[in-house]
């Protein structure tokens, strides 16, 4: 699979937080810089490509953050870095996740076991991270209904 991983120890900005948010996204674009050049990703629309986005925001109590907030300028922060333009991005996904939470969550095994490792790690000792999968679509899945 034709995917890109990043593990980002900062607290998210809202899109709405037009006064942090510049900050933010540079940070962001610093940590993904290398990591994409490492990876050897950067898409371009003429690839005639689709992809996906996967933001995670683990963090260890509750959060006023809103999911779909969380993801935008993280997508915003890639441009230029990851891929020419964050409209090739198609399906996106945001998920807070409270590692304090009774109701738990599940990893999937679909990680590359250093990704896998690396978030195992990211569990254990931090409190506030981002987790960051892109991928291509090798196939757009509209799904409708609750997930159990």
């Known amino acids: 699979m034709d995917r890109f991983f990043l593990l980002a120890k900062v ?4 899109y709405n937080n037009k006064k942090a948010k510049p ?21 371009k629309k003429s690839d005639g490509i689709n992809l996906y986005a996967r933001v ?3 963090h260890k109590g509750s959060r006023e953050h809103d999911a779909d907030n969380i993801s935008k300028p993280v997508l915003d922060s890639l441009d230029e870095i990851l891929y020419e333009d964050d409209c090739l991005v198609l399906d996106r996904q945001a998920v807070k996740v409270d590692l304090m939470a009774e109701n738990g969550y599940s990893l999937s095994d679909e990680l590359p076991s250093d990704w896998y490792f690396k978030l ?3 569990i254990d000792k931090d409190s506030d991270f ?4 892109v991928g291509v ?3 757009l899945a509209v799904v409708f209904g609750g997930k159990e």
């Open 130 to 133: 981002l987790f960051i999968e």
């Open 11 to 14: 607290i998210p900005v809202s």
């Open 23 to 43: 900050r933010y996204k540079e940070r962001l674009k610093n940590l993904a810089r290398p990591e994409a050049k490492r990876q050897n990703k950067y898409w």
């Open 137 to 139: 679509i090798s196939k």
């Open 56 to 58: 995670y925001y683990f």
């Open 120 to 122: 195992i790690e990211s």
